[in-house]
């Protein structure tokens, strides 16, 4: 089961009567960073590839919390589980933001379940965007906080790329990527990605929390005439990771005593996953803009096998009232002398994105006014697919052994649907040293849910059970931008949304968000001050917070988000510093008592659980030839796992990374990249079940040809 994509875009060529614009395969934002001339609408910010490298990170958290309005929540360590969020949506999953590739959506099923474990392995792209503000116009579904576009790198002409590394933990690192002319009108693009290590949780006598992931691309681009009209764009990719990972923590006592401590009963967790994704595009360029169409199919395939209950108590509960079940939480540690029964579930899932993108781009000068006319439609459907089942272990003292195995289907037998149709216009008006962006996204959306219940592995429909929920919505937006000779200043208004799920009376997420900031002209310098209003937040009682796993969407009150985010930088001689900075105030504005645990009974005034009021990272660069060395400082402030609890419980933490790189020739890099120089084993998580710690201190070792 194979399907495709399209996107359009219209794009204005560099001539005498109009404005250039940049394309860059599908690229949805063309401001670059700190070109206030070049800014579109919101506070977009561009990652470039040697931003990406510097620190040699793979984990997408870390790198992306350094960016002002930008909040992650570190999980396993190696950056397996992206937890995003953007201007203070909920960080679990990356579920309130949107993740596209290319201008593509590249979550596993955006609509049908947002909160999908997907990670895009960073190493293969030349830039990420962080688009925020009323720019979220062209995207979605999500669209309160922001979106996240990951490109693949369309240079020209013949390169090749080769890395090598080891570190710390039996870390293995390698890739090769390369571009290559096939003709004078054909351009390949590939690469090819390992990277391995044994873990660093400590289970009785033995080293756990290890992984082996493999990620590749393949891309032709091909031109049709000599005269840069018509091109063809086909790309696949594929991923497959096998990982040691567990949703079971510790109590608090043991985060803060044995940071890397596994407990006995997480011995057979385990994940394992598959994703491939195809796309065939076609782009038209005239003298006024483009048109390009896109075709996508995307299917990933993941099944979890993880401790879910211990003598039919959720492990959830039992961490969090080890004092209730002690029974259950010797059992968990391998500490009890009699014989308890754990269950293993084996979250089994099938996940189809597909769908067709159609974007244009037309401009057009009227006397001293310029109008830039944009448009898309998106055909999209997605599914997932529960099909799990759960075996029973038996524990005695700290030996774990198979009793017997579940039936196939009896543990969540169903699958989730959706259908959307969604398209966009937006005009920008430009004269002078002012521009005004107006415009408007339509979505609609029709869920649905066919559940076979547990005892029909044939998926017969004898006993089947159906529901749907359908929305239609029209989401304004505007921005305004002044230019002066010293400063670019800019503000913008647009209404939110995030789907409601099957769930027949849910209604979806919806929101009024506002932006108003600075940049200036000359320096890296750029203020932001944003305010979001939300009604009937969404909540999901998912695994992955600490629920019962079923999924379900919740209707939560009102909430207000208010925030100052900024960016600075500064070069002199031989030395940089580079500041960003987010202070974020999160709260309800309403009584309400909700299942999703994250919230519980909230009372008006306390604030979203896992958002820090403040964060910032501070970043300094020396060239101290032939040494060039960078130093990190990364300090999140201190959050609240729940609403409705009276303390901080996840502390303010402070990280340091260094890397130094050294030129052996001209050609050849060879870096020593140390993650948490000064090993801080801070707590940052209470879920999904128990607290979990930072990654200890890593070092990687790497070296890298160019050719």
């Known amino acids: 089961m194979y399907s495709l994509l399209l996107t359009i875009f219209f794009s204005v060529p560099a001539d005498t009567t109009l404005p250039a614009s940049v394309e860059l395969e599908s690229i949805t934002i063309t401001a670059t960073v700190n070109d206030p001339n070049k800014h579109i609408s919101g506070s977009a910010v561009v990652l470039s590839q040697k931003e990406l490298m510097l620190f040699d990170q793979s984990d997408a958290n870390t790198i992306l919390q350094n960016q002002p309005g930008v909040y992650a929540q570190q999980e396993d360590g190696w950056g397996l589980r992206m937890n ?85 933990f039996g870390q293995q690192k390698a890739f090769w990527r390369g571009q290559k002319a096939w003709g004078k009108r054909t351009q390949i693009h590939y690469g090819a990605y390992h990277h391995s290590a044994d873990g660093f949780g400590e289970l009785l006598n033995s080293t756990t929390g290890g ?38 923590g510790t109590t608090l006592d043991h985060a803060l005593t044995q940071p890397s401590l596994r407990y006995l009963a997480s011995t057979y967790d385990q994940m394992d996953m598959e994703r491939l994704m195809n796309r065939l595009g076609y ?53 009890h002398t009699d014989t308890a029964l754990a269950s293993l579930k084996a979250n089994n899932r099938y996940y189809i994105s597909q769908g067709i993108q159609l974007r244009g781009q037309w401009s057009q000068r009227l006397e001293r006014n310029i109008l830039k006319h944009e448009a898309g439609l998106r055909f999209h459907f997605d599914h997932a697919d529960r099909f799990q089942h759960s075996d029973s272990y038996s524990i005695f003292g700290a030996q774990m052994a198979l009793q017997s195995r579940g039936a196939a289907g009896a543990a969540g037998n169903r699958i989730d649907a959706t259908s959307a149709a969604s398209g966009y216009y937006r005009t920008t008006w430009t004269r002078g040293s002012w521009k005004v962006q107006t415009g408007g996204r339509s979505e609609f959306v029709l869920n649905s849910r066919e559940d076979f219940g547990s005892t029909d592995p044939q998926r017969s429909g004898i006993n089947a059970s159906t529901r749907a929920n359908h929305t239609i919505i029209f989401l304004p937006g505007m921005s305004i931008n002044k230019q002066t000779k010293q400063w670019n200043i800019f503000a913008g208004i647009h209404r939110g949304f995030t789907p409601a799920g099957s769930k027949e009376g849910v209604l979806p997420e919806l929101s009024v968000s506002a932006e108003f900031g600075l940049e ?88 979203l659980p896992y958002l820090p009021q403040g964060q910032a990272s501070i970043r300094y660069d020396v060239q101290l030839k032939p040494i060039n060395f960078s130093l990190q400082s990364q300090l999140l402030g201190a959050r609240k796992s729940s609403a409705t609890l009276e303390h901080w419980d996840l502390p303010l933490a402070f990280v340091m990374n260094a ?40 070092l990687l070792l790497t070296l890298q040809v160019k050719f």
């Open 659 to 698: 890397a130094a790189r050294i030129p052996l020739r001209p050609s050849t890099t060879l870096k020593l990249s140390v993650q948490n120089l000064t090993n801080t084993r801070h707590v940052l998580a209470a879920r999904p079940a128990g607290y979990r710690t930072f990654a200890p201190r890593m």
């Open 520 to 607: 200036h002209a000359q320096h890296p310098l750029q203020i932001v001050a944003f305010h979001s209003a939300y009604d009937r937040l969404l909540g999901s009682d998912a695994a992955s917070a600490g629920g019962s796993g079923d999924g379900e969407l919740y209707n939560g009150g009102s909430a207000q988000i208010s925030g100052l985010e900024g960016q600075f930088s500064h070069h002199f001689l031989r030395h940089q510093i580079t500041f960003s900075g987010t202070w974020t105030r999160a709260v309800f504005t309403e009584s309400f008592s909700s299942e999703f645990k994250g919230w519980g009974d909230v009372e008006k005034g306390d604030v």
């Open 283 to 335: 782009t038209l360029n005239f003298n006024q803009g483009f048109f390009r169409a896109d075709l996508y199919h995307q299917y990933v395939h993941r099944n979890w096998y993880k401790l879910d209950k211990i003598n039919g108590q959720g492990i959830a509960n039992v961490l969090q009232q080890s004092s209730n079940y002690p029974v259950e939480f010797l059992a968990i540690q391998g500490l």
């Open 84 to 168: 995003l969020g953007i201007r203070g949506t909920g960080t679990l999953r990356s579920s309130r933001i949107t993740l596209m590739e290319d201008g593509i959506l590249t979550a596993p099923a955006a609509y049908s379940a947002p909160e999908a474990y997907y990670t895009p392995v960073v190493w293969k792209y030349e830039q990420i965007e962080v688009l925020k503000g009323a720019a979220q116009v062209i995207t979605g579904p999500q669209s309160t906080g922001g979106a996240l576009n990951f490109i693949i790198p369309t240079l020209e002409g013949d390169a090749q790329e080769i890395l090598l590394g080891g570190g710390t």
């Open 211 to 248: 992984f082996k992931l493999q990620d590749g691309y393949f891309k032709v681009v091909h031109h049709l005439d000599n005269k840069d009209h018509h091109h063809l764009h086909w790309f696949s990719a594929a991923t497959r990771e096998h990982s040691q990972q567990t949703y079971l």
